[in-house]
T-cell receptor
Framework: DAGVIQSPRHEVTEMGQEVTLRCKPI?????LFWYRQTMMRGLELLIY????????DSGMPEDRFSAKMPNASFSTLKIQPSEPRDSAVYFC??????????????????FGQGTRLTVV | KQEVTQIPAALSVPEGENLVLNCSFT??????LQWFRQDPGKGLTSLLL?????REQTSGRLNASLDKSSGRSTLYIAASQPGDSATYLC???????????FGKGITLSVRP
């Protein structure tokens, strides 16, 4: 498997424009996460999906942010309208949760290379 | 709410030194803990994963330990090399829904 694939790698856009970030998780993984990384705040979880269903979107900063996962192999994070303070690196990650009888499960997260977003 | 802390934020050591990176978390009800490495401008690479029932994991010169009851983990790097220079992040899985919470990382610089 090629790993988690994100596109584009870099995006420069003007304030007010719509931005769409894309992610292809590792095949077979049932969890998908969107993170944002900045120098000030580190890695912040924005939203995550389980089996294509959004589980927790409490990290999404504002209504300008939305995320979808129409199928198991594709997810998007959209910002509309974009603002300069949205400039950051956005990471997508996926994992497979393996349940174990009588005990906690086991999972490992794999990250994409990220999308560096600059809003001017 | 789970909080993960990594102190110090930056560390500089001479080549060859053995070193320990610390990670602490507030909610001990974790499923597992994962250490990552991030090179400048790059994504995150998984280094080690410790399940909640385990005490340590080893990979090459790296050894990670976990003390769940005290909410601590350490990453031990033996005989450090300049190529080890990077940011090291720890993250914990908390809750049945597999929520992964990160620390802010420790930026390591190994001087030749």
């Amino acid at each position: 498997d090629a790993g988690v694939i994100q596109s584009p790698r870099h995006e420069v856009t003007e304030m007010g424009q719509e931005v769409t970030l894309r992610c292809k998780p590792i095949s077979g993984h049932d969890y998908l996460f969107w993170y944002r990384q900045t120098m000030m705040r580190g890695l912040e979880l924005l939203i995550y999906f389980n089996n294509n269903v959004p589980i927790d979107d409490s990290g999404m900063p504002e209504d300008r942010f939305s995320a979808k996962m129409p199928n198991a192999s594709f997810s998007t994070l959209k910002i509309q309208p974009s603002e300069p303070r949205d400039s950051a690196v956005y990471f997508c990650a996926s994992s497979l949760w393996i349940w174990r009888v009588g005990g906690p499960g086991d999972t490992e997260a794999f990250f994409g290379q990220g999308t560096r977003l600059t809003v001017v | 709410k789970q909080e993960v802390t990594q102190i110090p934020a930056a560390l500089s050591v001479p080549e060859g030194e053995n070193l320990v990176l610390n990670c602490s978390f507030t909610d001990s009800a974790i499923y597992n803990l994962q250490w990552f490495r991030q090179d400048p401008g790059k994504g995150l690479t998984s280094l080690l994963l410790i399940q909640s029932s385990q005490r340590e994991q080893t990979s090459g010169r790296l050894n990670a330990s976990l003390d769940k009851s005290s909410g601590r983990s350490t990453l031990y790097i033996a005989a450090s090399q300049p190529g080890d220079s990077a940011t090291y992040l720890c993250a914990v899985y908390t809750g049945a829904n597999s929520k992964l919470t990160f620390g802010k990382g420790i930026t390591l610089s190994v001087r030749p």
